[in-house]
């Protein structure tokens, strides 16, 4: 269900975007972002959950791969769609690459290295390295979120460029998107932790795998609309202000 969760969202999406007067690449494109996922922001909403003292199950980082790749093909598939009648915008879609992008670039690739080395080592395994690699998680963390702030601090100002489609999208669509992320965990049978990941998961946008693979399948979508609204707009919102919300709602639907 986390996959169909993934793949839903961009034709959610793509109608209201639509009707705010983007054309069918950009909409596909944007979409395609908020279908996929933030890595980093599961890693905030793990981090969260843990200083709260909420449990979540020991799976989880296992949505994160699953719901990266489904998102990214609906906005193939939307894109398509939508400009099949305009001129001179068909073109060939290197799936070959494009599959290679999406199921091996960095952050599904690591992830799924760390979830094979995990599961074959089991905790004993790693305790040996857990002062290198588990301890410093929360300070490494606290420092990329920094360099992420400064990097969308200076895409704010793209926001008076592209006017209400960006605002709208950016701030309104993470809270919708976690509600319907936190029915599905309800759905799923989660426990508090795990409800609040999955509608973190559905609120969040990509910015990492989603701007690679959108800039190879639909290159003729602004590259910098998408970015502006995952990196500049929904990124720091869900961080500052979104996760806070999704616990929140996740605890009033599991007690």
């Known amino acids: 269900m986390a996959r169909a969760l993934g793949l839903a969202i961009p034709f959610a999406l793509f109608p209201l975007l639509r009707r705010l007067r983007l054309n069918g690449a950009d909409s596909a494109a944007l979409a395609a972002h908020y279908g996929s996922v933030s890595v980093v922001?599961?890693?905030?909403?793990?981090?969260?959950?843990?200083?709260?003292?909420?449990?979540?199950?020991?799976?989880?980082?296992?949505?994160v791969a699953v719901m990266e790749a489904p998102g990214l093909i609906a906005g193939i598939v939307l894109a398509r769609w939508s400009m099949r009648d305009e001129v001179g915008l068909g073109v060939t879609t290197r799936w070959a690459r494009l599959a290679h992008d999406v199921l091996f670039g960095k952050s599904v690739l690591l992830l799924m290295g760390g979830l094979a080395i995990g599961a074959?080592?089991?905790?004993?395994?790693?305790?040996?390295?857990?002062?290198?690699?588990?301890?410093?998680?929360?300070?490494?963390?606290?420092?990329f979120l920094?360099?992420?702030?400064?990097?969308?601090?200076?895409?704010?100002g793209e926001v008076r460029r592209?006017?209400?489609?960006?605002?709208?999208?950016?701030?309104?669509?993470?809270p919708l998107l976690a509600v319907a992320g936190a029915m599905v965990g309800v759905m799923l049978g989660l426990g508090t932790g795990g409800v609040a990941i999955l509608a973190t998961l559905a609120a969040s946008a990509s910015y990492i795998a989603a701007p690679t693979a959108m800039r190879i399948a639909v290159p003729q979508a602004n590259a910098a609309l998408s970015i502006t609204a995952a990196l500049g707009i929904?990124?720091?919102?869900?961080?500052?202000?979104?996760?806070p919300l999704y616990i929140r709602l996740a605890q009033a639907l599991t007690t």
């Not at 360099?147 to 200076?154: D, K, R, S, T």
């Not at 592209?162 to 993470?174: D, E, N």
């Open 41 to 63: 922001t599961f890693a905030v909403v793990v981090a969260t959950l843990t200083r709260a003292g909420i449990a979540y199950e020991s799976h989880a980082p296992l949505w």
């Open 120 to 143: 074959s080592a089991g905790e004993a395994g790693t305790a040996p390295i857990k002062a290198v690699f588990i301890d410093p998680f929360k300070g490494v963390l606290a420092l």
């Open 146 to 156: 920094l360099e992420l702030g400064l990097v969308a601090g200076a895409r704010l």
């Open 162 to 174: 592209f006017g209400a489609p960006v605002l709208v999208v950016g701030l309104l669509a993470p």
């Open 234 to 243: 929904t990124f720091p919102f869900n961080v500052v202000f979104g996760i």
